[in-house]
């Protein structure tokens, strides 16, 4: 099955830019969605398709993709961001399945 | 508003079994495709199966045979038989809409989560 890839642990500062990766083999056939979950809570979706945002979302979050890779741009992160972020695609070694990468870690500093 | 509200999780010992439901509202249940992903604690988010609209079933390689997706329309909820239960499946179980598109796919409404612990 494909495997996600996601940095462990990423920092910023309050009010600067922040990019948050994701590698596999998968995204060279499937955009990415990302998810993010504060201690305690359910996964909150934040951008899907190409660069999409749920109603709600706030426009500092965006998405991007290229080649194996898709990335969630956070431009000017505020407090409230820091959380844990997932990606997730769907299988593409032709099992009818989705994978989640492990997860990274914001500290907004 | 679409709400998912899963019921069920609590301590069981291993080889046992759990019945897990997700209550919908805001929406109908067996129009769209309906997923379980599960999180240990402390660790990420795992995909456990997902039920079609047309009714088919799929899942994870860690459960297969053991978990079986369902659904119940006249009560607009989905379920999770748990059969053999083992240590490494105590996790929170989510309920999740999935979203399916031609490049890509989404979790869209999330329930809040309910704890299964497999202990003896």
């Known amino acids: 099955s494909s495997e996600l890839t996601q940095d462990p642990a990423v920092s910023v500062a309050l009010g600067q830019t922040v990019r948050i990766t994701c590698q596999g083999d998968?995204?060279?056939?499937?955009?990415a969605s990302w998810y993010q979950q504060k201690p305690g809570q359910a996964p909150v979706l934040v951008i899907y398709?190409?660069?999409n945002r749920p109603s709600g979302i706030p426009d500092r979050f965006s998405g991007s993709s290229s080649g194996n890779t898709a990335s969630l741009t956070i431009t000017g992160a505020q407090a409230e961001d820091e959380a844990d972020y997932y990606c997730?695609?769907?299988?593409?070694?032709?099992?009818?399945?989705?994978?989640f990468g492990g997860g990274t870690k914001l500290t907004v500093l | 508003e679409v709400q998912l509200v899963e019921t069920g999780g609590g301590l069981i010992q291993p080889g046992g079994s759990l019945r897990l439901s997700c209550a919908a509202s805001?929406?109908?249940?067996?129009?769209?495709?309906m997923s379980w992903v599960r999180q240990a604690p402390g660790k990420g988010l795992e995909w456990v199966s997902v039920?079609?609209?047309?009714?088919?079933?799929y899942y994870a390689d860690s459960v297969k045979g053991r978990f079986t997706i369902s659904r119940d329309n006249s009560k607009n909820t989905l379920y999770l038989q748990m059969n053999s239960l083992r240590a490494e499946d105590t996790a929170v179980y989510y309920c999740?809409?999935?979203?399916?598109?031609?490049?890509?796919?989404?979790?869209?409404?999330w329930g809040q989560g309910t704890l299964v612990t497999v202990s003896s």
């Open positions: 999740a809409t999935i979203i399916t598109m031609v490049r890509g796919d989404y979790f869209d409404y």
């Open positions: 805001g929406f109908t249940v067996s129009s769209n495709y």
């Open positions: 039920i079609y609209s047309g009714g088919s079933t």
């Open positions: 998968s995204l060279r056939s499937y955009y």
């Open positions: 398709g190409k660069n």
């Open positions: 997730n695609s769907r299988d593409s070694s032709g099992n009818l399945s989705w994978v």
